[in-house]
């Protein structure tokens, strides 16, 4: 089966990364896997020995990697909401308006900063919030109790959900293997 991005994990199991193909396949060379998990196996084949045998490497789609004991220090690191890129804010809130909750394409809708940026509101995951272009531009740059309640709040990711969030043609056991790890008020389990 061929997959194009394999999730990296720390030691104990936490999301580390979304990492190429290739680059498991480096890992696996120097020996820097301690497991694997997955159905899926993707086959790499090398150059042949002087006994006329194929190297070869098989890769699963979920690595932990060996001696990662120091990425045990970004397991508390919160991610960056893109300036540029709405695509995990719209994942985070559902395609879903947080003025109207009404679902929309990607192309109706835009990023708002419920304190608005021009009184010094900061470019965050609580300070943003998926809206509809309507919505948005009835609010321009009025604080929201001068506009109407947010039908939900706004909250930064767990690694879990970014990691599910920021996958790209996720397999059925990386998204099984993240999603056991939601937390229970996650809207990615609704």
Same mark, same amino acid.
């Given at each position: 089966?061929?997959?194009?991005?394999?999730?990296?994990?720390?030691?104990?199991?936490?999301?580390?990364?979304?990492?190429?193909?290739?680059?498991?396949?480096?890992?696996?060379?120097?020996?820097?896997?301690?497991?694997?998990?997955?159905?899926?196996?993707?086959?790499?084949?090398?150059?042949?020995?002087?006994?006329?045998?194929?190297?070869?490497?098989?890769?699963?789609?979920?690595?932990?990697?060996?001696?990662?004991?120091?990425?045990?220090?970004?397991?508390?690191?919160? *991610?960056? #909401?893109?300036?540029?890129? &709405?695509? $995990?804010?719209?994942?985070? !809130?559902?395609?879903?308006?947080?003025?109207? +909750?009404?679902?929309?394409?990607?192309?109706?809708?835009?990023r708002d900063h419920i304190f608005p940026r021009c009184k010094g509101g900061e470019d965050s995951w609580t300070n943003c919030v998926t809206?509809?272009?309507?919505?948005?531009?009835?609010?321009?740059?009025?604080?929201?109790?001068?506009?109407?309640?947010?039908?939900?709040?706004?909250?930064?990711?767990?690694?879990?959900? *970014?990691? #599910?969030?920021?996958?790209? &043609?996720? $397999?059925?056991?990386?998204? !099984?293997?993240?999603?056991?790890?939601?937390? +229970?008020?996650?809207?990615?389990?609704?």
């Open positions: 089966m061929t997959f194009t991005s394999v999730l990296a994990l720390d030691i104990a199991g936490n999301p580390f990364d979304w990492i190429t193909p290739n680059e498991a396949v480096t890992l696996y060379a120097k020996g820097k896997i301690a497991w694997d998990l997955g159905h899926a196996e993707r086959v790499f084949l090398g150059g042949y020995s002087r006994s006329g045998v194929q190297s070869r490497i098989a890769i699963r789609p979920i690595i932990a990697l060996a001696g990662s004991e120091i990425m045990a220090s970004f397991a508390h690191q919160t *991610y960056r #909401l893109g300036e540029r890129d &709405n695509t $995990l804010l719209f994942e985070r !809130d559902r395609y879903t308006c947080g003025y109207c +909750a009404q679902t929309f394409s990607s192309a109706e809708l835009t809206a509809c272009k309507a919505c948005n531009s009835a609010k321009g740059s009025r604080l929201v109790h001068d506009f109407k309640p947010l039908v939900f709040l706004p909250y930064v990711p767990s690694r879990w959900e *970014y990691h #599910l969030l920021s996958g790209r &043609n996720i $397999l059925a056991d990386q998204h !099984d293997y993240l999603a056991m790890k939601l937390p +229970a008020e996650s809207r990615l389990r609704h």
